[in-house]
C-alpha cells in the first residue's frame, strides 16, 4: 500500500515558479513510475508528467509543459518533484500526484495510488 501526499500549491503570477512535492509512505515506493496529473474546473483530469521507477530513467511530459515543467524523484526520502516553471494561467488546476507499477500505465492514467491534490492557480 502507497499512500501519496502533496504539498506546494498555491496562488502565483503569470510567469513565475512553484514546485510541487508529492511525499509518499509504504514499501517499496521506489520501483513505482510516479506522474502528476491536473484537473482544471470543468475538465477532465489530464497527465502532465510521467517518471519511471528506481533510477527514473524514462520521462513523458504532456507537449504543453514540455520545457517548463520538470519532474524529478528523491528515492531516498520517497519524495516526488514537480518543478513548474513560466507559469500560465492555463496552468491553473488542482495538481495530482499518482504512482503505478509501470510508467505505460501511468500515461494511460491506470493508476494504483492518487493523492488528494493540490490546488495551484496562476493569474494573468
Known amino acids: 500500500q502507497v499512500h501519496l501526499v502533496e504539498s506546494g500549491g498555491g496562488l502565483v503570477q503569470a510567469g513565475d515558479s512553484l514546485r510541487l512535492s508529492c511525499t509518499a509512505s509504504?514499501?517499496?515506493?521506489?520501483?513505482?513510475?510516479v506522474g502528476w496529473f491536473r484537473q482544471a474546473p470543468g475538465k477532465e483530469r489530464e497527465f502532465v508528467a510521467a517518471?519511471?521507477?528506481?533510477?527514473?530513467?524514462?520521462?513523458y511530459f504532456e507537449e504543453s509543459v514540455k520545457g517548463r515543467f520538470t519532474i524529478s524523484r528523491g528515492n531516498a526520502a520517497n519524495v516526488v518533484w514537480l518543478q513548474m516553471n513560466s507559469l500560465k494561467p492555463e496552468d491553473t488546476a488542482v495538481y495530482y500526484c499518482?504512482?503505478?507499477?509501470?510508467?505505460?500505465?501511468?500515461?494511460?492514467?491506470?493508476?494504483?495510488?492518487w493523492g488528494q491534490g493540490t490546488q495551484v492557480t496562476v493569474s494573468s
Open positions: 499518482a504512482a503505478a507499477l509501470t510508467i505505460a500505465s501511468v500515461k494511460s492514467a491506470a493508476i494504483d495510488y
Open positions: 509504504g514499501r517499496a515506493f521506489s520501483s513505482y513510475a
Open positions: 517518471m519511471s521507477g528506481f533510477s527514473g530513467g524514462l520521462i
